[in-house]
């Protein structure tokens, strides 16, 4: 059975900062993966999606990689920012024909002004 | 612009009523699924459909019930079987592997 972890569970920095948030996952078997952004009892904003053949993937000061044999994803965010205070969810999608996601507990990110 | 409307925001329930959360999506998207959100806990998915008039149970779906008539919409209703409902419910949707999920702005349902 699948299993997405997400370490740490809560993360502050002050602004300026370059930040990583680590994704790990039990079954290499993925088609890809995805990194969501959630804020305060809104839905999910999705960042970034990884094909299980790519090795990352870049949006402004965003870039995700992700290494499928070591079950890992980072996120790596660039220069933060106050308004990049959330929290940041991991979910892969498994190589059943399902189309479930499943989704880490997530990093809640404070960037410090 | 094309996306995921669910209604209403905000939802509150008496105990021992049926109540209907609205998901509508206007992306063409063939896949919809409903994922319950609780504090610490993550997303849990409820259910899940890949084609019109045709739906699967997922991780928790007892106490729920959907149904999936037309391609833009998947309602989820909520039965006074589930005896824990108050949670952020989450719509999404997909057109395939390749293309990542596109979640609604959810609905909170809070048991009064």
């Known amino acids: 059975k699948q299993e997405v972890t997400q370490i740490p569970a809560a993360l502050s920095v002050p602004e300026g900062e370059n930040l990583v948030l680590n994704c790990s996952f039990t079954d290499s078997a993925i088609y890809n993966l995805q990194w969501f952004r959630q804020d305060p009892g809104k839905g999910l904003t999705s960042l970034l999606l990884i094909q299980s053949s790519q090795r990352e993937q870049t949006s402004g000061r965003l870039n995700a990689s992700l290494d499928k044999s070591s079950g890992r994803s980072t996120l790596y965010i660039a220069a933060s920012q106050p308004g990049d205070s959330a929290t940041y969810l991991c979910?892969?999608?498994?190589?059943?024909?399902?189309?479930?996601?499943?989704f880490g507990q997530g990093t809640t990110l404070q960037v410090k002004p | 612009d094309g996306g995921i409307t669910q209604s209403p925001k905000y939802l509150f329930r008496k105990e021992g009523q049926n109540v209907t959360l609205s998901c509508e999506q206007n992306?063409?998207?063939?896949?919809m699924y409903w994922y319950r959100q609780d504090p610490g806990q993550g997303l849990r998915l409820i259910y899940y459909s890949q084609i019109v008039n045709d739906f699967q149970k997922g991780d928790i779906a007892e106490g729920y019930s959907v149904s999936r008539e037309k391609k833009e919409s998947f309602p989820l209703t909520v039965t006074s079987a589930q005896k824990n409902p108050t949670a952020f419910y989450l719509c999404?949707?997909?057109?395939?592997?390749?293309?990542?999920?596109?979640f609604g702005s959810g609905t909170r349902l809070t048991v009064v």
């Open positions: 992306l063409n998207h063939d896949a």
């Open positions: 999404a949707s997909d057109i395939g592997t390749n293309y990542g999920y596109t």
């Open positions: 979910a892969v999608h498994g190589s059943s024909n399902t189309g479930k996601l499943i």
